[in-house]
């Protein structure tokens, strides 16, 4: 579906992107030359927005606002301005490339009138403004419905708050270098043997939550909007979560106080606004020790098929 039907609910891929410093190419270059060469990157986005089955919305500036089918074609395309326009010769200033920055959500959206309208395009938009030179940042919403291979090269950086929502939004950035894509795609080929993981099993009081293909994020802390919710003094709001890719477990903590770790043999980890992977089995403790019999203890086992 486009944005050309109108009058509809949809789900879509907003994709911005943008020219970084064009204020200064306007100062250095002057009007018309700086002009042509913003020029010239709104059609490499616009071209590639096309060539993957994309629609441009508007143009503004120096900015492409335009939609897609899936996530994975919006990831496709925003590889390919990145690409394009970081390696053209005619799109260099003082021997140096110019940058674009690109920011993608999937949501819901309201088509009418061949624009785009709702909260899914405010945080694409948001995405964009969170995103440096050269870079593609995307949300969690965004990696929930990429393939493997995508969701393989993304990467959680950061959080930032949306206008609009209650807690802050997870930041993922998106390795688009093909010598970093091309890479994670292999391992994610040669990691389907007998030794890869395919499930993870959480168990907390008298719950069991997976964590697999089908569900690869599991959000924990004391927000009533996480999937685990426990609550407790040491227990930030979103603090931690757990991702699926590649055939591996990492836990991503975002607290305060940090995440404990203990696997089977009993030696204990600790991480804090950083990352772990979960091999084997443990226990998960947030902000404190681990102990067995606490009620802010999870039990956790990595499964093979």
């Excluded at 616009?46 to 993957?52: F, K, L, S, Y």
């Excluded at 945080?123 to 995508?150: C, P, Y």
């Excluded at 970093?180 to 907390?204: F, Q």
Aim: negative net charge; proline residues 3%; hydrophobic residues 40%.
């Amino acid at each position: 579906m486009t944005a050309q039907s109108t009058g509809q609910d949809a789900e879509l891929a907003v994709l911005f992107a943008d020219v970084v410093g064009s204020t200064r190419l306007y100062e250095r270059m002057g009007d018309q030359r700086a002009r042509d060469m913003v020029s010239m990157c709104i059609e490499v986005m616009r071209g590639a927005t096309e060539q993957c089955h994309g629609t441009v919305i508007k143009t503004m500036g120096d900015e492409v606002m335009a939609t897609f089918p899936s996530a994975d074609e919006a990831l496709n395309a925003a590889a390919q301005m990145q690409k394009q326009i970081g390696a053209s010769s005619q799109l260099r200033v003082d021997g140096q490339p110019v940058a674009i920055r690109v920011g993608c959500h999937f949501g819901p959206v309201v088509l009418e009138a061949e624009d785009v309208f709702g909260s899914t395009v405010h945080t694409a938009n948001r995405m964009t403004s969170q995103a440096k030179a050269g870079q593609i940042i995307i949300t969690e919403a965004t990696v929930a419905q990429l393939s493997s291979q995508w969701r393989a090269a993304c990467r959680l950086i950061d959080t930032a708050p949306i206008k609009g929502q209650r807690n802050e939004v997870p930041l993922y950035e998106v390795l688009w270098q093909a010598d970093d894509v091309t890479s994670m795609v292999r391992a994610v080929g040669h990691e389907t043997d007998r030794s890869a993981y395919t499930r993870l099993r959480l168990w907390w009081l008298d719950q069991e939550l997976l964590v697999d293909e089908g569900r690869p994020i599991l959000t924990i802390g004391r927000a009533d909007e996480n999937d685990l919710v426990v609550k407790g003094s040491l227990v930030s709001r979103l603090h931690a979560r757990i991702e699926f890719a590649r055939h591996k477990f990492n836990l991503i903590d975002h607290s305060t106080n940090g995440t404990f770790v203990r696997d089977a043999n009993g030696e204990e980890s600790f991480v804090r606004r950083d990352s772990l992977q979960l091999k084997g089995g443990g226990l998960i403790s947030l902000g404190r020790i681990p102990e067995s019999d606490s009620p802010h203890t999870i039990r956790f086992v990595c499964e093979r098929e």
